[in-house]
Every structure is written in structure tokens, then in C-alpha cells.
């Protein structure tokens, strides 16, 4: 799946493009080919992007399938890019906010829960929250690849914290992001 991702070169697709070529091969792993986003490595996804334009990334996340399989994708990797080292005496509950979802008041709901250095993920928002953020899709897929600033997407009213702001804004620093 990386040669395929680094082939990918959203610069030379137009608007529509990508979401395509992304859900094409979406259908063929659910036929058994075996192709699979879940197989692309974090900076071979985080290239790709890099290299879309913001356009591009709102037609791939107005796709409920792949804005499914990605964002679910991203928030299963995240166990695994946590810096064990940071988050050694960390015990926090995060709870995330993906605008125009099909949740409850149209937002997609993730919970991350860092403890015992470690960090875990749920649907069901069961803990007490230190920090909520609420982010479009596009945003937080620029957010996690490092195409995007989460002070910049703050102050410009992009990005909204409810709860513990000093803890949300070294977040970031709590996990190994890979970037494009």
C-alpha cells in the first residue's frame, strides 16, 4: 500500500479525484483484493496529505465510508504513535468532537484515554472529559499529519477547547505525528 500511496500525487487530481481513487480502492479491499488503507503506513498517509488541497481533503471527509474508515483508522493508530516517555504520570480523558458527523448533535465522537503510559480509544464516551476538542474532519486530518497548526486553527476559531487549555495545547507533544 505505500508504493500505491507514494504514487499518489493529489497536486495532478482534480477536486473529486482523490475521494475517488480512495474509495475505489476502499471497494477493493471489501472484495478481497489485498489492498486496504489500513495498510498504508502513517507518513506515506500523511504525504498524501501534505500534497492535497484543502478541497480535496473536504470531498474525501463528505464521504461517510472513507470518513469512516480514516478517522477510525487514525484514532486505532494512536495507541501506537503515544510517546510512552511523556505520558508516563499522565492520567487524562480527551474527548474528541468531529464536526458534521451522524452523532448526536451531528458530530463523530472519540474518547482517548492516556494512563499507565499508554493510551487507548473508544467509541462510547465513558470518562470524564479533562479536555474536549471540536475540529472538522479536514482540520484534524491537517492537525494529526502536521499540515496544520493547532494554535492557528484555535485562535482562528477552527479548533474549540472545553476544559484544561494548558493540557490541550501540548496534546500534540504527547504523541509521535507523522508528517508528509
Known amino acids: 500500500m505505500d508504493a500505491i500511496g507514494r ?3 493529489p497536486r495532478k487530481l482534480r477536486k473529486n479525484d482523490l475521494s475517488a481513487l480512495l474509495a475505489a480502492i476502499t471497494r477493493l479491499a471489501e472484495a478481497g483484493a489485498d489492498v486496504d488503507l489500513s495498510k498504508m503506513g502513517p507518513g506515506t498517509f500523511a504525504k498524501i496529505i501534505t500534497e492535497a488541497s484543502r478541497e480535496q481533503i473536504q470531498a474525501v471527509m463528505a464521504d461517510p ?3 469512516t474508515r480514516i478517522i477510525g483508522e487514525i484514532f486505532r493508530r494512536m495507541g501506537d504513535h503515544v510517546r510512552p516517555e511523556r505520558v508516563r504520570d499522565v492520567d ?6 468531529l464536526s458534521e458527523g451522524t452523532g448526536p448533535g451531528g458530530y463523530d465522537r472519540w474518547e482517548t484515554v492516556i494512563t499507565d503510559a499508554s493510551c487507548t480509544v473508544n467509541r462510547e464516551m465513558s ?3 479533562r479536555v474536549t476538542i471540536t475540529l472538522s474532519p479536514a482540520d484534524f486530518l491537517k492537525l494529526i499529519t502536521q499540515n496544520a497548526s493547532a494554535p492557528v486553527l484555535f485562535l482562528t476559531g477552527k479548533l474549540k477547547v472545553r476544559g ?3 493540557f490541550a495545547a501540548n496534546l500534540s507533544g504527547l504523541f509521535d505525528l507523522p508528517r508528509g
Open 65 to 67: 465510508g472513507l470518513r
Open 92 to 97: 487524562a480523558v480527551v474527548h474528541w468532537r
Open 164 to 166: 484544561d487549555l494548558a
Open 127 to 129: 470518562g470524564k472529559p
Open 7 to 9: 504514487a499518489i500525487d
